[in-house]
């Protein structure tokens, strides 16, 4: 549960008329537990200029007893039903809407109505069918609906028992799953509506829209019948080719995605629990699932250490491998002098602008020259015999938490490492699109990078959008090659955690040729990048066009 998600439950319970009042289609989706109600409350997508989220959230009975374990029959009691709504009440913001079953007897429904009211719920709807109800989406299962009448006084008596004007009852019409067709559901609800229900869930399970369009459109008559319309819902569970467009333009006020968190959290897990058997271990899994770290943050656990330790954004580390020789320099190149200060010390300088002062240097070659200040030195005695990528696990321990990596011998601007550090993804690397316009050395093979998008063709950047790395290294052709990698990475804690239980899985087991390199222990850093990448993990880039040499 996140304190950042606070509504009061008057607040809350009037909010799903609100947006009825405001929205042509209210977009609802389930939630099973206070983590899925995190997700459904929390996920947004921009497309354009856009931002498109969920605008309600759906406890289902359906994923309700699934996710503990029970079928769909009405066996879980209210308590157990209580809990599960309180915990997505506790986690989300947005009105919700509770499936209600068949509501139980009369005064059973009562009960339950006064207790969600109290609760901030927004909305119940309950299923004409006799107690015990079947699912409806299980095509074996006998389907008995309830007298009208009986069902008609059982809203009778929930509105009366009511004592907010904005909670809702919706009846839900089970005649096209029970067999009896469209002029049934429109007796139905005619009956249901003049009882005080304050909308209408048609339901069906054939795979097209065209039950729910024609009672659709015979709503709308009813309606002019009765002088009042009032909402049309559906749930496209069978029917999932429609579009919102449509189901808007056929008069539908509410759209439920009813069980798809569930479903697909379902899928996965079985397949991450296969991975592990058949890897005897955790490790191929791992790409399947949330950092430990993105579960913190989504249910608040960050802000209670923030809170508990007055924490702020720790020290942000910096580690820079220099301890190899350049066979066409005669001093380490980290030390190369330029307009009177060595490579290291302007870097020093610029990192020190931006506010980071924890720089870790890794020395090898030559190591009694490095005597900068405002450094830690680790050193690599096995310079001459490994490449930089075990030069840059000798600073392991300094990699807690995050750190960003630099070449020894990149200079840069402030501006490249201040973005560096606001783009909110586990591995990150500078890029550059320029390099096709410039001048290279014949022989000279740079760190070439092939990306899931290609570059923009605008010089200007206007904003930063994720593209992920698909293949990095020296033998890319330069014709197809979309950027340059210029040195500079950054990882996060989870990062971190990445490189690490590849490393060392690297170390102990791989034999042979490793990506581009004779050997893992001759692999260099973007060898070691493909081999994640490779693995299933994502690394994406920060573009930049200027700033770096």
Same mark, same amino acid.
């Given at each position: /549960?996140?304190? +950042?998600? +606070?509504?009061?439950?008057?607040?809350? +319970?009037?909010?799903?008329?609100?947006?009825?009042?405001?929205?042509?289609?209210?977009?609802?989706?389930? @939630?099973?537990? !206070?983590?899925? @109600?995190? $997700?459904?409350?929390?996920?947004?997508?921009?497309?354009?200029?856009?931002?498109?989220? =969920?605008?309600?959230?759906?406890?289902?009975?359906l994923t309700d007893s699934a996710a503990k374990g029970y079928p769909d029959a009405e066996i879980i009691g209210p308590e157990s039903r209580y809990e599960t709504i309180r915990q997505i009440l506790n986690s989300s913001h947005k009105p919700l809407i509770v499936d209600g079953d068949t509501g139980g007897e009369a005064t059973n429904f009562e009960f339950f109505v006064r207790t969600l009211e109290d609760m901030g719920v927004s909305m119940?709807?309950?299923?004409?069918?006799?107690?015990?109800?079947?699912?409806?989406?299980?095509? !074996?299962?006998?389907?008995?609906?309830?007298?009208?009448? $009986?069902? @008609?006084v059982k809203i009778k008596r929930g509105k009366k028992i009511q004592l907010s004007q904005d909670f809702m009852i919706v009846a839900r019409i089970e005649s096209f799953i029970s067999g009896l067709g469209l002029e049934d559901a429109l007796f139905r609800a005619k009956k249901y509506l003049k009882a005080g229900a304050d909308g209408i869930l048609i339901h069906s399970k054939i795979d097209n829209p065209s039950e729910i =369009?024609?009672?659709?459109?015979?709503?709308?008559?009813?309606?002019?019948e009765l002088g009042f319309r009032k909402p049309l819902i559906c749930v496209p569970t069978t029917y999932n080719i429609i579009t919102e467009e449509e189901l808007k333009g056929n008069g539908f006020n509410i759209v439920i995605y009813a069980n798809q968190l569930l479903r697909s959290a379902h899928k996965i897990m079985k397949e991450t629990a296969l991975k592990i058997l058949k890897n005897k271990r955790g490790f191929e899994a791992e790409s399947m699932c949330s950092p430990?770290?993105?579960?913190?943050?989504?249910?608040?656990?960050?802000?209670?250490?923030?809170?508990? /330790?007055?924490?702020?954004?720790? +020290?942000?580390? $910096?580690?820079?491998?220099?301890?190899?020789?350049?066979?066409?320099?005669?001093t380490p190149k980290s030390l190369i002098n330029i307009k009177g200060k060595p490579i290291l010390q302007r870097q020093i300088e610029t990192l020190n602008a931006c506010g980071i002062k924890d720089i870790t240097v890794i020395r090898g070659y030559m190591k009694n020259l490095f005597n900068i200040d405002g450094v830690k030195y680790v050193d690599n005695e096995e310079y001459d015999r490994s490449h930089i990528l075990f030069s840059l696990f000798k600073a392991e321990a300094d990699m807690t938490d995050g750190f960003i990596y630099i070449n020894s011998d990149v200079l840069f601007d402030q501006q490249i490492i201040n973005n560096l550090l606001n783009i909110k993804k586990d591995i990150v690397l500078v890029v550059d699109n320029s390099y096709a316009y410039h001048k290279h050395d014949i022989d000279k093979k740079l760190d070439l990078v092939l990306t899931k998008n290609k570059p923009s063709k605008e010089r200007r950047v206007l904003h930063q959008r994720d593209n992920d790395i698909v293949r990095i290294g020296k033998?890319?052709?330069?014709?197809?090659a979309d950027y340059e990698y210029v040195g500079i990475a950054y990882f996060s804690e989870n990062g971190v955690d990445i490189v690490r239980k590849v490393f060392h899985e690297c170390k102990k087991n791989h034999t042979g040729s490793f990506q581009e390199a004779s050997s893992f222990k001759k692999a260099s850093f973007t060898d070691f990048i493909q081999e994640i990448i490779d693995r299933g993990f994502k690394a994406n880039i920060l573009d930049i066009d200027k700033g770096w040499l």
């Open positions: /549960m996140s304190l +950042r998600n +606070r509504i009061s439950p008057e607040n809350r +319970r009037k909010s799903l008329k609100n947006l009825l009042k405001e929205k042509d289609l209210i977009r609802v989706i389930e @939630a099973h537990n !206070g983590l899925s @109600a995190i $997700v459904a409350n929390n996920i947004k997508e921009k497309i354009g200029n856009e931002i498109y989220e =969920f605008d309600a959230i759906w406890e289902s009975s119940v709807i309950i299923e004409d069918k006799k107690f015990p109800k079947r699912n409806s989406l299980e095509s !074996g299962s006998k389907q008995t609906q309830e007298d009208p009448d $009986v069902f @008609a =369009f024609e009672f659709a459109k015979e709503y709308q008559k009813l309606s002019d430990v770290k993105t579960i913190f943050e989504d249910v608040g656990f960050l802000e209670v250490k923030k809170k508990d /330790m007055k924490y702020t954004k720790g +020290r942000i580390r $910096v580690i820079i491998p220099a301890a190899g020789k350049d066979p066409s320099f005669d033998n890319i052709d330069k014709k197809m």
